[in-house]
């Protein structure tokens, strides 16, 4: 029987700005593993994207992502404290628990693209409803 295990995925994230994107991520909280002049690994965790220098405002425009996080009021409090939305002009939203079992804030980087940063939390939980 062949072996269809699956290893790993990554998505290719395009970047208008490619030195302004790899600023906003790694100020994000992203490490960045390495570069090269068209392309950057991004990495937090076992969580990873490659940096495109590349951009299309179709694509980019229309591109979400879903990062799952231990702590999203953490990453909310490192995005606000590096003050994204006014040192990139990007949009950030507040952390809101949503009644699929999630808390998550928007995020959209310097190219439109559009992050939702989110955390299970419990729908047993009386302080987050009952989902």
Known sequence: MPNLDALEIKA?????NFER????YLD????????????A?????SAA????????????????LHLLVADVDAWWQRAHDARLADVYGVKLGRP????????????TDPSGVHWRIAQNISTDDPAHGTG
């Open 28 to 39: 994000l909280g992203f490490h960045r593993v390495w570069a090269s002049p068209d392309l």
């Open 49 to 64: 994207f490659l940096l495109e220098n590349d951009y299309l405002a179709i694509v980019a425009e229309n591109f979400t």
């Open 96 to 107: 809101e628990d949503r009644p699929w079992g999630m808390r998550e804030f928007t995020l």
């Open 12 to 16: 290719f994230v395009p970047a208008r």
């Open 21 to 24: 994107s790899q600023r906003f």
């Open 41 to 45: 690994h991004f990495q937090c965790g």
